[in-house]
């Protein structure tokens, strides 16, 4: 349980950072909050033995919307598994939406890229809990997996949260993507452009720009 394995993370041909914690290194690359959008990015890839690199930009639209674009370049083709973990089961709908009902809420996803995810969930762990632990475990693990090798990939993902729906628009262009975001209850609509080195975030009074 305290293998990546276990982390909402993504794992390289099934593997996942190197086993020495000393080396699993990790730096914020970008941080800017207001009242109506935060960013957050980071990179991780010298963490992986099998990266060169893993970029993961994380933007918030207020109050429900996340917007997860990760950029992925392995040394070698390889394939991909973006995880996921709850306490209790997924509801699938697919081929690329789920969800997860709790009592005090609820939250959407969806895969908007890459398509033909195998997507797959367990209560089962991997390695399991020795039996001595006597660690009474409860919760679903959800993998969407990539089933072509190649060097590089990009995942685009969108929550939203207690079942409030955004309107949404997205495009891949070349190498980039656009997407447009209307949160509910709100005038404002807020346009996401992603590519590999660059992202920006514009909408009301944000126009913001980060380069990696």
Same mark, same amino acid.
């Given at each position: 349980?305290?293998?990546? $394995?276990?982390?909402?993370? !993504?794992?390289v041909n099934g593997e996942? @950072?190197?086993s020495n914690r000393n080396a699993a290194v990790g730096r914020i690359t970008h941080f800017r909050t207001s009242d109506a959008v935060d960013v957050v990015a980071g990179e991780a890839g010298d963490a992986?033995?099998?990266?060169? &690199?893993? #970029?993961r930009r994380i933007v918030f639209i207020k109050p429900n919307i @996340?917007?997860?674009?990760?950029?992925?370049? #392995? +040394?070698?083709?390889a394939t991909f598994q973006f995880l996921l973990h709850a306490p209790g089961m997924f509801a699938l709908s697919p081929p690329d939406c789920g969800s997860f009902k709790a009592p005090h809420g609820q939250v959407d996803f969806q895969f908007l890229h890459p398509v033909g995810l195998r997507i797959t969930q367990t209560d089962e762990y991997e390695p399991p809990p #020795? *039996?001595?632990?006597?660690?009474?475990?409860?919760?679903?693990?959800? +993998? #969407?997996?990539?089933?072509?090798?190649? $060097? &590089? $990939?990009?995942?685009?993902?969108?929550f939203q949260v207690n079942g409030r729906k955004a309107m949404t628009?997205?495009?891949?262009?070349?190498?980039? @993507?656009? !997407?447009?975001? +209307?949160?509910?209850?709100?005038?404002?609509?807020? &346009?996401?452009?992603?590519?590999? $080195?660059? @992202?920006?975030? *514009?909408?009301?009074?944000?126009?913001?720009?980060?380069?990696?």
């Open positions: 349980m305290w293998r990546a $394995q276990s982390q909402n993370v !993504i794992l996942s @950072f190197t992986y033995p099998a990266l060169n &690199r893993w #970029a @996340f917007l997860i674009h990760d950029v992925l370049e #392995a +040394k070698e083709p #020795a *039996s001595w632990s006597n660690l009474d475990l409860s919760e679903w693990h959800l +993998k #969407a997996s990539t089933t072509a090798k190649i $060097q &590089r $990939q990009h995942f685009l993902t969108m628009d997205w495009a891949r262009i070349e190498n980039s @993507f656009q !997407i447009s975001l +209307k949160p509910e209850d709100s005038d404002t609509t807020y &346009r996401v452009k992603l590519d590999d $080195q660059r @992202f920006e975030v *514009s909408g009301g009074s944000i126009d913001w720009h980060f380069t990696d």
